[in-house]
């Protein structure tokens, strides 16, 4: 399956498992522009699968209150891009629903899906990738898959978890991204970040299409600087695994009780990524100030001072509206993550 099968798969899943479950946006029942619900109003009704108004707030606003009312609610936005009218539902409605309300109600049931980030020829408004916007807001769920494996477990799991999921697919990996997907139903680990490729020099921290970029890299620094790289898919942006990027410590006592065979052994199982290698590169797509590669870089900076042989490099956008014509200048390309590992391993 390619990308917008395997979630046409998950959704299809999901609404036959689940009675409550319903699935609306703009052309949604017709398939949507991506094509990733075609079919399943055929399938399973149009009181299931059906289209909205154009208004993205409104989409949002009807989601929480089915999700209140009991529904399975599934929500699509056409891009990425336009989700921004809806977020004073997103922020201040759905993710805190359950905390204002003392517990008494929740919209966990709402899974908001949106295509996001570059395509080629996207220009300004349907190119962007918002995920750092929602990041700092409490009580949601941010999730970006890199391709159809990752996507249809981990859609699943923002379908079933009973926390408002916002769940990004990179659309140029719609019909680029192949893999040999399950058809039977499988979840996968929300917050649980991927070590995709092992290395000793240097760890490589992104999500969805970078994720592939920073493969091409790590495969560039073996054959040309014979550098080792880790590369890490973070999956999920909120909350997300600092752990696997940074160490899991040691309680203590497991250091008192357990043979030391045994930690010897076991000991390599909590040595994490940026306390072995020493070094730390994170690229994404959003633009520099205040992506979340600033709230990734902050943090492992804190925790893993003493461990830090360079100072960490982030390669990513620019601070500017995304550009049409110069998108290939603009985007975090694996020439421009190849020239932060030389600088981090010069340094």
Known sequence: MNLFQAINNSLDLALSSDPTAIIFGEDVAFGGVFRCTVGLQEKHGKSRVFNTPLCEQGIAGFGIGAATAGATAIAEIQFADYILPAFDQICNEAAKYRYRSGGLYDCGSLTIRAPCSAVGHGALYHSQSPEAFFAHCPGLKVVVPRGPIKAKGLLLSCIRDKNPCLFFEPKILYRSAVEQVPVKEY????????????????????????VHVLREVCQLAKDQLNVSCELIDLVTILPWDKETIAQVD??????????????FISLSKYLKSVKKTGRLLIAHEAPLTSGFGAEIAASIQHDCFLNLEAPIERVTGFDTPFPHMFEPFYMPDKWRCFEAVKKLVNY
């Open 187 to 210: 979840t996968m680990p929300l917050s649980k970040a991927d070590i995709l490729v092992e290395g000793d020099d240097i760890t490589l921290v992104g999500w969805g299409t970078q």
């Open 250 to 263: 040691l309680p203590v006592c497991l250091l008192t009780v357990l043979p030391f065979i045994y930690l």
